[in-house]
């Protein structure tokens, strides 16, 4: 199998440069990343146009992030790239921790079966940006991706944002009313408004590699604290596609990153752990790893996503993951707000729902990361102590830390959601999937949810006199049971569906596929209020 | 249900995480004889708060080991 064969994308002339009459998008995006690839991808499914500006013209220079969690997935799913994601990567769901020379305990992620994406697939992130790219092709006049157009400044005004772009052409001026600063985790856009990043930086360096090699080890995480082969510090190996493995190493804070990352120098580091020399490196690079994130993701008409507005240390896979659940939360507010359909206010619970994804996935991996490198002798000790008592005791395996893995984030008790009255799914949480029928096909449940908002009854069907607009999705033991209101009747193929929502529930669900509001046998203006809150028209 | 699994029974489920940052938490700054008297106090208190001998003869063992 090849490596990697890097295509650069082509250069156009910006329309600007060629003498266009400049006008106002609706929506231009700094940085193509995973982020800003995705969030092009979701507004054009949702009918508005953006302008994608990326500085470079290649995918991602190593892999970078590999691993995408279930969550993520179907988002991806819904973006139209989730499948050949899952077709081309690994799927895994078991962990492996060892110390020193034992095994200590495994964990396998989802034991629960009736999901049409697994726990998690490892990807190289090259591969996620090339899929996405081509995607955005799917959308040629939504979609304007302008490759080494850089962004060099940015002024923004109550309806809007200029940005200064300099491009091999020259340099000009695009206007948009809305600015998506997707330009990673250095973010110049950050910069350029003078905004702080706060938070921790770790010490410790970790070395991280690519390599390419004929091996069957199994499709699963191996985490050692403190292996024979590295002693006293910290070692991760997963499998990538293409019969590529990630190696992590624990250095130290002492270490030279010039230096580790010679390959004179990494390369007995890898024989080391595998055993052997028959390999390739593929890619080296030396990090130092920080949890930090913007106080507000909302600054008027810029707002930040992905690495831009918050960094995660790679323990527990959060950094790209949480992006994307960034972009689902965003893309349709956006589309709402400049289709006229919601108040601009709406974009204000963009900040208050992904500010809690971010605490979540900073405070986790903090948590990892300070496991790994304790601080003081006496920190040492509690850690050694939990790994010892890990080999006969269930608490101390729950104990150890090598990365809680990301997680769907709720959004249970924040201001558009409506607080349950039904038992069941608790509203905020992100729909679980399940099997289906539609017309004698089978098919899964989140793959009738995620254009707009949408009412689903549980084996029942909704009071009459429902908001206009909100079209109806029953689902029934058997279809012959549903009502006339329904757009769509399902079948509950497994009965799986009434043993997650509920039977009997209805439940409001939002374009991201996050429950707004749940009922039992309400009335039609119990609905429309939740519906009117869920999209910020009140509260 | 033999003691030794009873002992090592988990009890804090993903409360766990959040303990074990409040002691990391509490120990930050000290010195290392600082840090092993806060763990003596903390031995104490917790003792008190299990109240029940055989269970702290178990828990003495499994340390121990
Ligand atoms: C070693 C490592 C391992 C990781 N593993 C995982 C993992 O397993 N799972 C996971 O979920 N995450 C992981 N991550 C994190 C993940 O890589 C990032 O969270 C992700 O890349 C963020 O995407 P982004 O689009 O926000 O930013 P980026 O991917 O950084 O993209 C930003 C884009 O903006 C462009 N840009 C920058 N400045 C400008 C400008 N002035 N004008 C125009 N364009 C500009 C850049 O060229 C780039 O294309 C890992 C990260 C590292 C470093």
Redesign the pocket.
Do not use: H, K
């Given at each position: 199998m090849p490596r990697y064969a890097y295509q650069p994308f082509p250069y156009k002339k910006p329309p600007e440069l060629d003498g266009a009459v400049a006008r106002q998008y609706p929506v231009a995006i700094?940085?193509?990343?995973?982020?800003?690839?995705?969030m092009a991808v979701d507004l054009a499914l949702r009918g508005v146009p953006s302008v994608v500006?990326?500085?470079?013209d290649v995918?991602?220079l190593?892999?970078?992030?590999?691993?995408?969690?279930k969550r993520?997935l179907e988002i991806f799913d819904r973006l139209g790239i989730g499948e050949r994601m899952v077709a081309k990567g690994i799927t895994w769901k078991v962990g492996r921790l060892f110390h020193r020379d034992r095994e200590v305990w495994s964990f396998d992620l989802l034991p629960e079966e009736g999901h049409k994406m697994p726990a998690f697939i490892?990807l190289q992130?090259y591969y996620v940006?090339q899929y996405l790219v081509e995607r955005c092709a799917d959308f040629p006049d939504l979609i304007d991706l302008r490759w080494k157009?850089?962004?060099?400044g940015v002024r923004s005004h109550h309806t809007g944002a200029r940005l200064a772009?300099e491009a091999p052409g020259g340099a000009y001026h695009l206007d948009a009313a809305w600015v998506i600063a997707?330009?990673?985790?250095?973010?110049?856009?950050r910069s350029f408004m003078g905004l702080d990043f706060e938070g921790r930086v770790f010490e410790e360096r970790?070395l991280?590699a690519d390599v390419e090699m004929r091996a069957d080890f199994p499709s699963e995480r191996w985490f050692w604290f403190e292996p024979p082969f590295h002693p006293g510090q910290s070692a991760l190996l997963h499998k990538q596609p293409d019969n590529i493995y990630?190696i992590?190493l624990q250095l130290g804070p002492d270490a030279d990153p010039d230096q580790e990352k010679r390959h004179e120098n990494v390369i007995p580091r890898i024989e080391k752990i595998i055993g052997h020399g028959d390999f390739e490196l593929d890619w080296v690079?030396v990090?130092m790893f920080q949890c930090r994130r913007l106080e507000r993701f909302v600054h008027g008409r810029v707002v930040f996503?992905?690495?831009?507005?918050h960094?995660?240390s790679?323990f527990g896979?959060?950094?790209?993951?949480?992006?994307?659940q960034?972009v689902d939360n965003l893309g349709w507010k956006l589309a709402l707000i400049v289709k006229g359909e919601a108040p601009e206010s709406l974009i204000e619970t963009y900040d208050e729902e992904r500010v809690r994804g971010a605490d979540e996935n900073i405070l986790n991996s903090s948590r990892s990361t300070s496991f790994m490198t304790p601080k003081s002798k006496m920190e040492k000790l509690f850690r050694d102590s939990v790994l010892d008592l890990a080999a006969d005791h269930e608490f101390a395996r729950r104990l150890v830390n090598s990365g809680r893995l990301?997680r769907p984030c709720s959004l249970e008790g924040l201001s558009l959601q409506t607080p349950g009255a039904a038992e069941g799914i608790a509203p905020g949480q992100a729909m679980p999937d399940a099997p289906v029928q539609c017309e004698g096909r089978p098919g899964w449940l989140l793959e009738y949810f995620g254009g707009g908002f949408a009412l689903m009854a549980v084996g029942c069907a909704p009071p009459p006199g429902l908001p206009a607009g909100l079209p109806v999705i029953e689902i029934w033991p058997d279809e012959n049971l549903a009502g006339a209101e329904a757009r769509i009747v399902l079948r509950d193929a497994e009965g799986l569906v009434a043993d997650r929502y509920g039977a009997g529930v209805i439940c409001l669900v939002r374009p991201d596929q996050h429950i707004a509001a749940t009922f039992v046998a309400p009335h039609a203006d119990e609905i429309a209020l939740a519906y009117a809150r869920a999209m910020g028209r009140e509260h | 249900m033999t003691d030794k699994d009873e002992i090592g029974r988990d009890r804090l489920d993903t409360a766990g995480d959040d303990f074990y940052a409040l002691l990391m938490q509490a120990h930050e700054g000290l010195s290392f004889e600082e840090s092993a008297r806060l763990n003596a106090r903390l031995v104490l208190l917790l003792a008190n708060r299990v109240g029940d001998l055989d269970a702290l003869r178990a828990a003495l063992a499994a340390a121990k080991k």
């Open positions: 700094a940085g193509a990343g995973p982020v800003g690839l995705s500006l990326d500085d470079n995918v991602s190593g892999s970078r992030a590999i691993c995408w969690s993520t490892n992130q940006e157009n850089r962004v060099n772009v997707c330009d990673g985790a250095r973010s110049p856009m970790f991280i990630r992590d690079s990090y996503a992905g690495d831009s507005a960094i995660v790679p896979a959060r950094g790209g993951n949480g992006g994307i960034d990301s | -």
